[in-house]
């Protein structure tokens, strides 16, 4: 029988519960409490974890045991401990678990009854990936089995949002120090995601930052700190209070490029000496020098470029070998060290051994292990600063912030930091300065930049009662605002802090890399170890100096850095451009998945159209009373507060024309106005309001008709029973709605609207727009069904509209899209939210995720590509054919250069034209 141990702390339920099922299963085990220290270090010191519950059976460890308890239901029936009656998963619908998937647990609060329940199983079910559900009531948590390749639990976790119920989850960004490569990625992923509680851990290796979705009461930060820490050479970067991590981030980074530098600067001189050292016979004054005082004179500069300059690779591989993996340092250092020992071994020992094994003059290879350093090291300085510029769009939108305000406080204005405003100050600004603060306007006009926040360069007029957002730029006028929003909750810490999650998260196509690079490392050492084991035994003279510089030239060119930037840093670029245009995309799934969509489907009211009635038309049966017409009527809407009323208003003064008002007013709800205006009475309302107070219409009628057919509302004018007039009002389309359009059907893409007005209006706004494919009469609640039924037509969808009346909509289309909004709920709603209310940014949404993608399969093509390639020829298979060997200083530069080129084309994004 296999001896069972469960290390266990508490304050744990994952252990708790742990505990409970093995007595229930009546399989026999032995508790050790880390509380007790001798327990904890064995722990960490044999199972390499401080992960609890860890529960070890045989030869077999189990870190967690909600997420593991299906292998370790099998392990036991294996062992014979239990029946497999014991391996179902009860209540589970959806049938059994796919081979591969992975179970989480999340706590969700909303739910009520067992037709919750129901609710919450069968939309589940629906996900694509999700192999079984199961809900409890009891203890509000929802269990799913899901496959990684085929569906992220993120949107598993948006899913059960837009079923009306919310996971009682929290989210960190943590900054991750000591990530060299692909592999790295992997450690700290596995350790992270391997911790009960975990929902998501998404590692970033271009941002250097890990995106962790979590249950609070399982687990937290201090759990992630331990986690990283054990897994390797990494560390959690924290702040102390009142320091922002973001800037501890790139105090980092800047020591870590000061560290590289430095070790760059002092490694390049010697490794120069070196190589000239190392062609002592091609130069004339350096033959006269003893070939043994050669090797020492190299092999003492050697050292500190090994053991300093190279000490971040060595204690990077030293740490992977403690933790049983291999990872880009393994790979450097092996190779280096293999040329630095062995030739340290020619210059110590005996010349006579080396030559009686190889029978001429031995060789030695400092000149190979110093330049490998110095150039890996070059790489590693580029490759950190062009990460560092891939990165700089959240840097910039923070260098927006304002540092101080000038607040109201006991009648005077006081300079405080920003971090001091508080929601109800009455905050001052001057021409020029900078907004610190959301808020609402008191007194005072201006006109304001808003281009952080919609990419519009235009300026926005500002007066009481209108909104300004903090960081956005006071041009022309003083102005006095009320704070209404402060700190995390400001539009422009919701922007970064979106920005900050969609960096964190990755694309589909990103989970192929990160498969490879899993396995990568230990396939390359074998690759070099059968390298020099073909060299050596079948090779030609001489045989050992060309296996060791095969074997090394194997390790050092196949460095799965290249593979491991192809798709973040992509990502990061694109996401960061669509920020600096008004476009916030929630992550790198939506970014790829935005470049599939065929068919686009616009809500009509507040998205092709302003949302609010206008006068198109103004009729006067008397030829040139338009201005008569428009006034009686503005003068009889005085008092009227009905949207229709308002624009008809707004137009009379567009136009000048001077109102009084109404001596009587009466509104008829639902039909028109009765007004005297000037001692004479007006009429002013539908057509058939008219005719019920004994006014023929005469010519209106012809009008009438004519205008309906265009989609306007006519409201006909009577003055003392005489018809006089019709005004034409309505919902008038967006200035770029056309141009929009037409650009996405030169797209390829099918153009929809969709609106609940009846057919003939929805018509008339559609011939404007340049649309064919019009859905009218549609109710709001049937919205999310038609978008259904246009995806069961093999259409990939994009849903364009408000973000809060659309919502259903927006959540069932492949990608929803909220125009001009910015607010909560939009963000929330929605996959990409667009900050400028421009249609064009539609356009632009789609191109970016077109673009964006081509540099990630650019990148992975040539990442892939450059080891397909590289790797064979360092290995020698072009010697028997044109005599080419690889040398590993060519190796080294290579290896770099894969790295700093991939990063450099992802930059170009940057500056491409959409």
Known sequence: MAAIKIYFSTTCPDCAAAKKQFEEWGVPYEALDIEEGENAVEMFESYHTAVVPTIVIGDEVFMGFARNRADIERRLELDGLMSGSGLAVEGAPGGPEAPGSIRLLVPVGGMTCASCVDKMEKGLSRLNGVSSVSANLASDTVEFSYDPARVAPSRVVDEIRSLGYEPHLARVILPIEGMTCASCVQNVENALRRLPGTVEANVNFGTETASVVYDPSLTGPREFRTAVSAAGDYRVLEAVEGEDVRDVQAKAQKDYERSLLTRFLVALPISVVVMVLSFSDHIPWLRSIDMKVLFWIMFVLTVPVMFYCGWPFLKGAWAALKHKSADMNTLISVGSLSAFLYSAAVTVLPMEWFMGVQGM?????????????????????????????????????????????????????????????????????????????????????????????????????????????????????????????????????????????????????????????????????????????????????????????????????????????????????????????????????????????????????????????????????????????????????????????????????????????????????????RAMVGGREVLLGKPAFLEERGVGLDGLGVEIERLAGEGKTGMALSVDGDPVGVLALADTIKENSGEAVSRLREMGLDVYMITGDNERTAMAIARQAGIDNVLAEVLPGDKAATVSRLQSESKVVAMVGDGINDAPALAQADIGIALGAGTDIAIEASDITLMRDDLLAVVDSIKLSRKTFSTIKQNLFWAFIYNTVGIPIAAGVLYPIWGILLNPMFAAAAMALSSVSVVTNSLRLRRSRL
């Open 361 to 673: 003059m031995p060789a030695v290879y400092f000149d190979a292990a110093a330049m490998i350093i110095t150039l890996i090291l070059l790489g590693r300085l580029l490759e950190a600063r062009a990460k560092g510029r891939a990165s700089g769009a959240i840097a910039k939108l923070l260098g927006l912030q304002a540092k101080v305000a000038h607040v109201l406080r006991d009648g005077a204005e006081v300079e405080v930091p920003l971090e001091d405003v508080e929601v109800g100050d009455v905050v001052a600004v001057r021409p020029g300065e900078t907004i610190p603060v959301d808020g609402e306007v008191m007194e005072g006009t201006s006109s304001v930049n808003e281009s952080m926040l919609s990419g519009e360069s235009l300026p926005v007029d500002k007066a009481p009662g209108d909104q300004v957002v903090g960081s956005t730029t006071n041009l022309t006028g003083a102005f006095r605002f009320r704070a209404t929003r402060v700190g995390r909750d400001t539009v422009l810490s919701q922007i970064v802090r979106m920005v900050e999650e969609a960096q964190g998260t990755k694309a589909p196509v990103q989970r192929l890399a990160d498969r490879v690079a899993g396995i990568f490392v230990p396939v390359v050492m074998c690759i070099a170890v059968a390298t020099f084991i073909v060299w050596v035994t079948v090779g030609p003279d001489p045989r050992f100096t060309n296996a060791l510089l095969n074997f090394v030239a194997v390790l050092v060119i196949a460095c799965p850095c290249a593979l491991g930037l192809a798709t973040p840093t992509a990502i990061i670029v694109g996401t960061g451009r669509g920020a600096e245009m008004g476009i916030l995309i929630r992550g790198g799934e939506v970014l790829e998945r935005a470049r599939l969509i065929n068919a686009v489907v616009f809500d009509k009211t507040g998205t092709l159209t302003v949302g609010r009635p206008s006068v198109t038309d103004v009729v006067s049966l008397d030829a040139g009373g338009e201005d008569e017409v428009l006034r009686l009527a503005a003068c009889a809407e005085m008092d009227s507060e009905h949207p229709l009323a308002e624009a008809v208003r707004v137009e009379a003064s567009a136009r000048g024309i001077e109102v009084e008002r109404p001596g009587e007013f009466e509104a008829v709800p639902g039909k028109g106005v």
